[in-house]
């Protein structure tokens, strides 16, 4: 996938809580890491004092004269995570997808439907019940009529059960 179509907010967050402006770089918007990572550094010069970090750490100092670095820090993590939804949501709008539906119910909906042959009742088949009787091109589903692949006795695009390669062990 490209960009941050596939990327996760959780993750994006979980590194961003690392270190500031990872989750960003994760997301592959580097500027807006560095901007981050910028603005951290900037604020923990102007706003705490030289050695409050190093105390801190020796556990004498005052948590509170961190704050400002932390609030960066969440900020930060807020916004990598919002991105990342935020993208996840537009991919999923422009590429059709509605809810739960799968990738392929999308395309059978946008272009109309997919053709499945008739059973012997005339009624269309669902992809469960492709007639279990082996067609003529096997190569090919009998149902979405996609290339199939020899090592399965399902098909990967359609999720149609090929009964006769079941019994055959194709």
């Given at each position: 996938?490209?960009?941050?179509?596939?990327?996760?907010?959780?993750?994006?967050?979980?590194?961003?809580?690392?270190?500031?402006?990872?989750?960003?770089?994760?997301?592959?918007?580097?500027?807006?890491?560095?901007?981050?990572?910028?603005?951290?550094?900037?604020?923990?010069?102007?706003?705490?004092?030289?050695?409050?970090?190093?105390?801190?750490?020796?556990?004498?100092?005052?948590?509170?004269?961190?704050?400002?670095?932390?609030?960066?820090?969440?900020?930060?993590?807020?916004?990598?995570?919002?991105?990342?939804?935020?993208?996840?949501?537009?991919?999923?709008?422009?590429?059709g997808l509605t809810g739960a539906e799968?990738?392929?119910?999308?395309?059978?909906?946008?272009?109309?439907g997919v053709e499945r042959p008739a059973?012997?009742?005339?009624?269309?088949?669902?992809?469960?019940?492709?007639?279990?009787?082996?067609?003529?091109?096997?190569?090919?589903?009998?149902?979405?009529?996609?290339?199939?692949?020899?090592?399965?006795?399902?098909?990967?695009?359609?999720?149609?059960?090929?009964?006769?390669?079941?019994?055959?062990?194709?």
């Amino acid at each position: 996938m490209s960009g941050t179509q596939g990327k996760r907010p959780w993750l994006a967050a979980l590194l961003g809580t690392l270190a500031t402006g990872l989750g960003h770089f994760y997301l592959r918007r580097w500027g807006r890491g560095l901007g981050w990572f910028a603005l951290a550094v900037l604020v923990s010069l102007l706003f705490v004092p030289a050695d409050a970090a190093q105390a801190f750490l020796n556990g004498s100092g005052d948590p509170v004269t961190l704050l400002p670095v932390f609030a960066i820090g969440v900020a930060s993590v807020a916004d990598a995570y919002l991105l990342a939804r935020r993208t996840r949501t537009h991919a999923k709008e422009a590429s059709g997808l509605t809810g739960a539906e799968t990738p392929l119910e999308a395309e059978e909906r946008q272009s109309g439907g997919v053709e499945r042959p008739a059973s012997r009742d005339g009624s269309p088949t669902s992809p469960d019940s492709v007639d279990s009787t082996e067609p003529a091109d096997v190569s090919s589903c009998p149902n979405c009529g996609k290339e199939l692949d020899p090592d399965l006795d399902f098909c990967p695009w359609c999720t149609a059960r090929l009964e006769w390669r079941r019994r055959r062990g194709e």
